[in-house]
């Protein structure tokens, strides 16, 4: 890869290690502090990235102020949708601010996006990134959910990676960040109490690899 954008990871667990609820259902984890953190980052990033799952299962607008209310600077709004399920409902098309879905899709059209279409096996993060940084968006804030942040994990492309803890227990059926098979590379980790949860900042400098215990 030629250059990429600098890469943030913001994602919310429960205590148990949960990001959603049974069948990706939306379930609010971070504190309002934590959620003020959070736009704070999307201001300072030029796109916010997710993946199609997210947008479908939890409709986000990706928004710098409260809800639909996008303060400047306005960051793009980035979608991995391979196959080009979106439903043209969906607030990150609703031309409030800059968006642009990644596809392998060759033929469907929809309105307020640019869509890249590549080939499939062109869908790789770094090729995505390389795009990115080409068109000159050099900080992305990638926000889940779970299938994008793995592919981000695997490959070792982050520069810092937060993770709030809140203070909730996810029941049985929900969906788990960090499967066992997950190899967070390059990975050292500081952690601050935040409200009523924790605040972890993993920083990509330290391999600490636990595979027999
Ligand atoms: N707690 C949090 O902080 C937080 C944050 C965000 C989301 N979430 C939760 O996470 C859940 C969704 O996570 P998820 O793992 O099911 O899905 P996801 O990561 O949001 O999206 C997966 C989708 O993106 C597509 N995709 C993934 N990588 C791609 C790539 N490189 N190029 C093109 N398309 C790509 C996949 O297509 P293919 O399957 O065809 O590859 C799939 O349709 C939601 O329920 C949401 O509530 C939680």
Redesign the pocket.
């Known amino acids: 890869m030629d250059g990429r954008p600098y890469i943030i990871i913001?994602?919310?667990?429960s205590i148990n290690g949960m990001?959603?609820g049974s069948e990706?259902?939306?379930?609010v984890?971070?504190s309002e502090r934590d959620w003020r953190r959070v736009r704070e980052l999307r201001r300072k990033c030029d796109a916010i990235m997710?993946?199609?799952?997210?947008?479908m299962?939890?409709d986000?607008y990706l928004s710098t102020g409260d809800g639909d209310h996008t303060e400047d600077p306005k960051p793009a709004r980035i979608v991995?949708?391979?196959?080009l399920?979106l439903k043209p409902e969906s607030h990150v098309l609703d031309g409030k601010s800059r968006t642009i879905i990644?596809?392998?899709n060759m033929e469907r059209t929809v309105n307020g996006a640019e869509i890249i279409r590549l080939k499939d096996n062109d869908?790789?993060?770094s090729n995505?990134l390389a795009h990115l940084y080409r068109i000159g968006l050099m900080k992305i804030l990638v926000?889940?959910?779970?299938?994008?942040?793995?592919?981000f994990l695997m490959e070792g492309i982050f520069d810092e990676f937060y993770l709030?803890i809140g203070n909730i227990i996810i029941e049985k059926g929900g969906?788990l960040?960090f499967d066992p098979s997950v190899n967070i590379k390059n990975a050292s980790m500081e952690t601050k109490v935040y409200d009523e949860g924790i605040l972890m900042r993993l920083n990509p400098e330290k391999i600490k690899k636990v595979s027999k215990w």
């Open positions: 913001n994602m919310a667990q990001i959603a990706g259902k939306r379930v984890i971070s997710v993946g199609a799952r997210t947008v299962n939890d986000p991995l949708d391979r196959r399920k990644f596809t392998s869908l790789k993060i995505i926000e889940g959910g779970k299938d994008v942040i793995t592919q709030y969906l960040l």
